[in-house]
């Protein structure tokens, strides 16, 4: 049922929440005036303020807060219950909103925390791609519809060439800004609909969906233009790219990444700083 309710509420728009919101409040208001003043009805009222604040935004949380106050300052003046001074009911009703905005306010914060928290480990720390958890992730959901839909997928593995004495000679910081320049250059070629991760290291994978020549132009078109960086730069790197090309996806990313992984490596046994292509068929045998 809660996630049910979480559903509903996470699709809902703004205004559709707010007066959702707004709604259940005038319900407890009118249990609340039925139950008499002497049940107190004050944790109630939390309920609709906490949904305001976790699923809304700051400013119809507040809207809100006010709301729950001012319905309950009419309910007591209503009750027709004497107090000592005319004032008290009013001050009762400031104090309720102080609370209730406190606790909207720190539904509210915690909220955004945690979504940041979740937004931060998707992201490679450093470069702010994908990390490889995300792309298995990504991978997964994309093949699923590939093979549902018998489309084919291509997956790259591009390693750096030479990274090691590049760290060794011109320092580690140089190194984490050429791994930033690198992963900015390859997010900057590929499609919105394509992928791209910091596997670790100095190792990069990348998803497309698409046929083979698209696959060849735009792996060609992403280590033209690494090579050229690399020229500007003075980098003394190179890029070796394995692309593994699947008319039927494999389900599991671990599969696809070690067929890209295997011919980086055929690459880098061969003289480095070259991309190798392979197509796989149906049974994933490469062809």
């Known amino acids: 049922m809660l996630d049910r309710l979480n559903s509903v509420l996470e699709g809902q728009t703004s205004y559709a929440r707010f007066a959702t919101t707004t709604s259940l409040v005038a319900l407890l208001g ?18 609709p303020v906490a949904m305001a604040a976790w699923y809304g935004r700051a400013n119809p949380a507040r809207a809100l807060c006010v709301i729950a106050a001012l319905t309950w300052l009419g309910l007591d003046l209503a009750s027709g219950h004497l107090y000592s001074h005319p004032a008290i009911p009013f001050w009762n ?14 539904l509210t914060r915690l909220r955004h925390a945690l979504l940041a928290q979740a937004a931060l480990a998707e992201v490679d720390g450093l470069t ?65 609909s ?5 596997l670790g290291g100095d190792e990069f994978a990348l998803l497309l969906d698409t046929d083979l020549e698209g696959a060849h132009a735009l792996f060609a078109d992403v280590r033209t233009n690494l090579l050229a960086l690399g020229v500007q730069n003075g980098w003394p790197i190179g890029f070796s790219i394995g692309v593994a090309f699947f008319d039927t996806p494999p389900a599991d990313s671990d599969a696809a990444i070690t067929a890209a992984d295997e011919l980086m490596y055929r ?19 490469g062809a």
Do not use: P, Q, W
């Open 30 to 47: 009118v249990v609340d005036y039925l139950s008499g003043y002497e049940v107190s009805f004050s944790i109630f009222y939390l309920i």
């Open 93 to 106: 009703a400031v104090v309720r909103l102080g609370f209730f905005l406190i606790t909207a306010t720190l």
């Open 128 to 192: 702010g791609i994908m990390n490889a958890r995300t792309f298995a992730t990504k991978y997964g959901a994309v093949a699923e519809f590939a093979r549902r839909h018998h489309r084919s997928l291509a997956v790259g593995f591009v390693d750096l060439d030479n990274f090691k004495t590049l760290n060794d000679t011109l320092g580690h910081s140089v190194g984490d800004e050429v791994l930033k320049m690198v992963a900015s250059s390859i997010a900057g070629r590929i499609r919105a």
């Open 194 to 198: 394509d992928s791209v991760a910091r």
């Open 267 to 285: 690459v880098k046994s061969s003289g480095k700083n070259d991309i190798l292509f392979e197509r796989y068929n149906d049974d994933n045998h």
